[in-house]
């Protein structure tokens, strides 16, 4: 059964950058047939969607926060890595990573790993 | 870039049906999935694709759309689906950018 595990610091200082993995385990991060993506959600606010990856490095951001987000993977140790950089309080969320899976009109995320709350505060 | 509106809130009684609603111009040309979202936990894949629903999720969930309207429906609410539902799709611009919908949370009186 695939699972994921998100790790980092759970605190970082306004305008550093912050900085998370996710592990998969129980399957390989190099199908061809997924992207990998990354989810956050402020606290007690709705999911904003951040940007996938394939396992051959290609990516795809949200524009909003494109300029600040670099999403890489690492088909050697099954991980793939989220950095925001310039953070500020509006930062704060859980991030979660899932399994992006689309075909012709169709896509889902499926499984999310647990979520990690990162808080954004000097 | 995309938008995916959801009534805030919803409720309904045990053991009646609920439908959420998501709408949005990229639902013209793709599906919805949908999530479920409990406190304190992760998202919870129920329907994708046209009507599917991954394994060990209820038939009572259900989900289809017409124009660009994509609707989630409980068939006989039980406590448990008592929960925030998010909808998310593709951007209508074609890349695979994603968006989520702003959200329901439904109420099991």
């Known amino acids: 059964q695939l699972q994921l595990q998100e790790s980092g610091p759970g605190l970082v200082k306004p305008s550093e950058t912050l900085s998370l993995t996710c592990t998969v385990s129980g399957g390989s991060i190099s199908s061809s047939r997924y992207y990998w993506g990354w989810i956050r959600q402020p606290p007690g606010k709705g999911l904003e969607w951040i940007g996938n990856i394939y396992y051959r490095g290609s990516t795809y951001s949200n524009p909003s926060l494109k300029s600040r987000v670099t999403i890489s993977v690492d088909t050697s140790k099954n991980q793939f890595s989220l950095r925001l950089n310039s953070v500020t309080a509006a930062d704060t969320a859980v991030y979660y990573c899932a399994r992006y899976y689309y075909e012709s009109g169709s896509n889902w995320f499926d499984p999310w790993g647990q979520g990690t709350l990162v808080t954004v505060s000097s | 870039s995309s938008e995916l509106t959801q009534d805030p809130t919803v409720s309904v009684a045990l053991g009646q049906t609920v439908r959420i609603t998501c709408q949005g111009d990229?639902?013209?040309?793709?599906?919805a999935s949908w999530y479920q979202q409990k406190p304190g936990q992760a998202p919870l894949l129920v329907i994708y694709?046209?009507?599917n629903r991954p394994s060990g999720i209820p038939d009572r969930f259900s989900g289809s759309s017409s124009g660009n309207t994509a609707s989630l429906t409980i068939t006989g609410a039980q406590a448990e689906d008592e929960a925030d539902y998010y909808c998310?799709?593709?951007?209508?611009?074609?890349?695979?950018?994603?968006?989520f919908g702003t959200g329901t949370k439904v109420t099991v009186l």
């Open positions: 998310t799709s593709r951007d209508s611009s074609g890349n695979l950018l994603e968006v």
């Open positions: 694709g046209k009507n």
């Open positions: 990229s639902l013209r040309n793709y599906y």
